[in-house]
């Protein structure tokens, strides 16, 4: 499972020493596994749009060194978000049809939405970016509890006053 998984798609290998019945032996093996595989990965088209389907095909091991690499996928792939997918090609697979069959219209993001509203706090954005980090003190102002040793700071232009900390 790779974390937040609808940005991300990963693979993991079914590698002998690592999983009960591994088939493809660490080294040479994997890293010509990986390597054909990426490739594959990059030759993916949206079938709507003819772009690339992936923005980025990282092997894990390069960007999170062992040990932590190792519970997550050998292979991570970073799906284009610039427009809707709504089914794959390529020369080695031909066309894959798949409909969306959610129930949301859109998944979470590193750039969100928050909206606030109550006494003191004025319309309209904030001008400003706000870090997820800055919603929990900035609940906690609201309701008069104190904070100490919460990461963040409350976001002032939603509260009247700020708690001490």
Known sequence: MVPNNEAWAGVRVNLVGREPHGRIRPGAELDAFLEALAEALAELRNGATGAPVFDRIVRTDTVHPLPH???LPDLMAQWSRSAPIPSLS???IGTVEAPYRGLRTGDHRPD????????????????????????????LAW???????????PVQAWCATEASA
């Open 90 to 92: 390529s020369p080695r």
């Open 112 to 139: 969100g939405l928050a909206i606030a509203v109550g006494p003191g706090i004025g319309p309209g954005p904030l001008g400003s970016s706000v870090a997820v980090e800055d919603l929990a003190p900035t609940l």
């Open 143 to 153: 309701t008069g509890v104190p904070w100490p040793g919460v990461d963040g700071r």
């Open 69 to 71: 690499a190792a519970p």
